[in-house]
């Protein structure tokens, strides 16, 4: 019987995997659901098992399975190693993501899983840490914080009880690695997981996976099911998040688990010495957790060879918006920004020219093509005025109005704000009638107090276009400075960087980059 | 068995279950199951975790996914966010919101069908995306909005 391997990841399913899938079985083939390979251009993807290894066709659908089965079809791809989109891929992470059956424990095993738990199980708690700490692992949720360095902070903390938690809110936009790897390669993560466990001594687990990725709390459940018995005594929960951006955050992430609102907690204390129900907790990304099995199967130097300046190993980019060869993309630290949007995106998907990129989510910055020969890298990214937050890149063509986008963040925090702290709560309402008031090039009039008589210092003309904008800028500066978490904090970024680099989309002169020139 | 008897039973399973932090799971559960969160199990829910029935109305105003209302009998969750933006999702929006007759956020008069917003299903190479009921669509183009229309009035 022909073995066929086609991909059951929600991307997959949402552009045909399934019905492709039932007409490879209707043939009589033995069909393998597996994780995507992540490039969504070539999807539905099938791949063939022969003699010479697994030769993929895509696009394709139901109605060219025979043509595929007698290897005439037109859109044969061959190896999918050898395709340019994955051949220069260092696959740290995601080696197994694509390849293997996601909730089969023999061919997790098969494929090199459960090595680093293994290993570290045979380690003292310390030297895992210090394993952690070697590979230079930094945070891949956003804020590139030293992984080793926090769990040192747990491991250091005495308690009667200390927890893990993964965070899988992934809410910004152009992201979906979290999604990915949870639905092609849940063990990847729960190993991840248990040797967190045994390096600070947690008891138990949260997989806090949003509403919105369904598939994903699904394979999640039943990979812990699986392997219930592999990382006792550890237990592991998922709990699922109810629709709100902010308990991506992680101290909003704890008040959702202990069943409270999600607002942000004040910090300190940090969560590593009071989390979860007042406990130490270790609270990590997807990806970060996940690359740890890696690092402790293969050894800290073969993570930290890879990368860029202080941002060490592989991150998994993912290309995303109006892009040509949209997917997800792991290498080492240190790739272009050109090289991600035109090399390996091959360019917007309208055939336009890009006009802007946004880098890590709602809370990142927009960048022009001006730019892209910044280096992947935490703080290269910080002193263009960005971010690389959980490495999305959103490309937008031509026909992106900026003023538009940037008041998108500020609406998007308005809807956003868990209404703790004022700069963020009413600062983005404020700010985005400000961009609707520069954009219909209609600025603030005095209001009914402003004439009064008895309002004697009170200015009565109105404002001029160019104090509207100074007044954006102030309000992002106070949001920037006075809010309580990134949310307000970073809602600056998309705003001030549009502003700057696209000043003609708001009505005014010319881009701060080609003045400078 | 009434609504009041359907709530308690689900009450009753999380509160033997001894699970911490049990509130948003039991929201989820008893949304799963009646589709919505009656007003009615508000004290309920207060009287089983022992919290004031403020903090379980505060829990479920604070999150979208929660409704106190029946949903229409097909919810389409648009995504709004950026990469699907970055893709026609606005002229998309306007389309299919045009198409069926109601607005973004609103669910139709006759209850056939609701237009959400939702930010970034993890689909974002691929946009305009959207949740038909429980299936992700990709790639939204005039005809997708065809026949998404066409599944949604049946
Ligand atoms: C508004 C907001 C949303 C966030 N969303 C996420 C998220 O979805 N996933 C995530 O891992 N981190 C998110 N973060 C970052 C977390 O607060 C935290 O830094 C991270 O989970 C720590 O894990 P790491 O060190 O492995 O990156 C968010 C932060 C803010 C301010
Ligand atoms: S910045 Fe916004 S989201 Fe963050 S704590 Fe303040 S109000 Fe809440
Ligand atoms: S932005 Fe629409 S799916 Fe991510």
């Known amino acids: 019987m022909m073995r066929i391997f086609v991909s059951k990841d929600m991307a997959s399913v949402a552009l045909g995997a399934d019905s492709l899938a039932e007409a490879f079985a209707s043939a009589g083939c033995e069909v393998v659901r597996t994780g995507s390979r992540g490039l969504f251009a070539i999807e539905p993807l099938a791949e063939v098992e022969t003699d010479e290894g697994r030769i993929a066709y895509g696009p394709v659908g139901p109605n060219d399975v025979s043509a595929v089965l007698d290897g005439s079809h037109p859109a044969r791809i061959g190896r999918i ?5 994955f051949s220069g891929q260092q696959r740290f992470t995601f080696a197994r993501c694509g390849v293997t059956d996601p909730l089969s424990l023999s061919d997790y095993a098969a494929h090199g899983g459960w090595k680093g738990l293994e290993t570290a199980l045979g380690l003292s708690p310390q030297a895992v840490v210090d394993a952690v700490k070697a590979s230079g692992l930094r945070g891949r949720g956003g804020a590139g914080f030293p992984t080793g360095i926090k769990w040192q902070t747990v491991l250091d903390a005495a308690a009667d009880e200390k ?4 965070n899988a809110d992934e809410g910004d936009s152009g992201t979906f690695a979290d999604r990915m790897l949870i639905e092609g390669d849940p063990f990847c993560l729960i190993e991840g997981m248990a040797i967190a466990s045994h390096a600070v001594g947690a008891s138990h687990g949260y997989i ?5 990725y369904p598939s994903a709390i699904a394979a999640m459940r039943e990979a812990i099911a699986r392997s219930a018995t592999k990382i006792a005594p550890f237990t592991l929960e998922v709990r699922v998040g109810a629709g709100t951006y902010v308990c991506g955050e992680e101290t909003a992430l704890l008040e959702s ?5 999600g607002e942000v907690r004040a910090k300190p204390p940090l969560p590593a010495v009071e989390g979860l129900f007042g406990r130490p907790t270790v609270i990590n990304n997807v990806l970060s957790l996940a690359a740890v099995p890696f690092i402790l199967a293969e050894g800290a130097q073969a993570y930290a060879e890879v990368g860029f300046g202080r941002s060490r190993g592989t991150m998994p980019v993912q290309i995303a918006g109006n892009v040509k060869n949209g997917g997800l993309y792991e290498i080492g630290f240190g790739v272009t920004l050109g090289e991600l949007v035109n090399q390996i995106g091959g360019g917007t998907a309208s055939g336009r020219p890009v006009r802007a990129v946004q880098v890590g989510g709602p809370l990142g910055a927009y960048f022009p093509p001006s730019m892209f020969h910044l280096p992947f890298d935490y703080e290269a990214f ?8 959980h490495a999305g890149i959103t490309v937008f063509d031509d026909t992106v109005d900026m003023a538009h986008m940037a008041r998108f963040a500020m609406e998007f925090c308005a809807v956003e704000s868990c209404g703790k702290c004022t700069p963020c709560r009413i600062g983005s309402t404020r700010g985005t009638e400000l961009i609707d008031r520069i954009v219909a090039k209609a600025p603030r009039a005095a209001g009914t107090l402003e004439t009064l008589p008895q309002m004697r210092n009170a200015r ?6 160019e104090e509207e904008i100074d007044l954006l800028r102030d309000l992002c500066d106070t949001m920037k400075h006075g809010s309580l978490c990134a949310l307000g904090g970073f809602t600056p970024y998309p705003v001030l960087s549009a502003l700057d680099h696209f000043p003609e989309d708001f009505g005014s002169g010319h881009a701060l980059t080609e003045a400078a020139e | 068995m009434t609504q009041t008897a359907q709530i308690q039973s689900i009450i009753d399973r999380f509160v033997h279950s001894d699970q911490r932090g049990a509130l948003l799971p039991l929201l989820h559960e008893i949304q799963e199951e009646l589709g919505f969160i009656a007003p009615g199990a508000v004290p309920l829910i207060a ?7 403020a903090e379980v ?10 409704r106190t209302e029946p949903p229409a009998r097909h919810v389409i969750k648009l995504c709004r966010a950026e990469s699907c933006q970055a893709r026609g999702g606005a002229a998309i929006e306007a389309e299919l919101s045009h198409h069926l007759g109601v607005a973004m956020g609103h669910a139709r008069k006759d209850g056939q069908v609701a237009l959400e917003p939702v930010y970034c299903l993890g689909l974002c190479a691929i946009g305009p995306n959207a949740m038909v009921d429980d299936r992700p669509v990709a790639r939204i183009d005039s005809a997708a909005i065809g026949r998404i229309a066409g599944e949604v009035e049946a």
């Open chain 1, 81 to 85: 190693e050898d395709h340019p989109f």
């Open chain 1, 163 to 166: 927890f893990i938690i993964c």
């Open chain 1, 208 to 212: 806090y996976i949003r509403s919105e």
């Open chain 1, 257 to 261: 688990i202990e069943g409270k609102r």
């Open chain 1, 382 to 389: 910080a002193e263009a005025g960005g971010l690389i937050g």
């Open chain 1, 460 to 465: 009565t003309a109105a404002r001029s276009h």
């Open chain 2, 47 to 53: 009287d089983a975790l022992l919290i004031s029935r």
């Open chain 2, 57 to 66: 109305h505060g829990v479920i105003s604070f999150y979208p996914d929660f």
